[in-house]
């Protein structure tokens, strides 16, 4: 069964940088990360970010359209990890996957992610609320 993780962002205007920690923290993992932008202008975004990351804490990534997908060399990913940034329910993939929802710390934008989380488990999803 695939999972949905929700992290609730703490700090207003914090949200791409809890999304790039979570990144981090998956690809160290050893999964493959896919950060789901609004546009090719937020994955311009998103990709300097993380070209921006600490030298320890790089990641490597390319962009391909709107996704910014981390780079697994030589090995086999321990599973997909999707990261949405886009404001909307995204289309599932096939293949199994963890996908990581940023919930914004300004309630008045928190609206589309309860929507997502009804859906999520509308389809039977497992469901965490991570307080970040």
């Not at 311009?44 to 804490?57: C, K, Q, S």
Request: glycine content about 6%.
């Amino acid at each position: 069964m695939a999972r949905a993780d929700f992290y609730q962002c703490s700090q207003a205007g914090q949200e791409l940088v809890l999304a790039l920690r979570v990144a981090e923290k998956a690809y160290r993992k050893g999964h493959c990360v896919r950060v789901l932008c609004r546009d090719d202008k937020h994955a311009d975004e998103v990709d300097n970010a993380l070209w921006e990351l600490r030298p320890e804490a790089f990641v490597p990534h390319h962009r391909a359209s709107n996704i910014v997908q981390t780079e697994r060399i030589g090995e086999d990913p321990l599973g997909l990890a999707l990261i949405n940034l886009t404001g909307q329910f995204p289309r599932l993939p096939d293949e199994p996957w963890r996908m990581v929802e940023i919930i914004p710390a300004d309630p008045e934008q928190r609206g589309g992610s309860r929507g997502r989380y009804r859906r999520y488990m509308e389809l039977g999803h497992e469901l965490n609320v991570v307080n970040a």
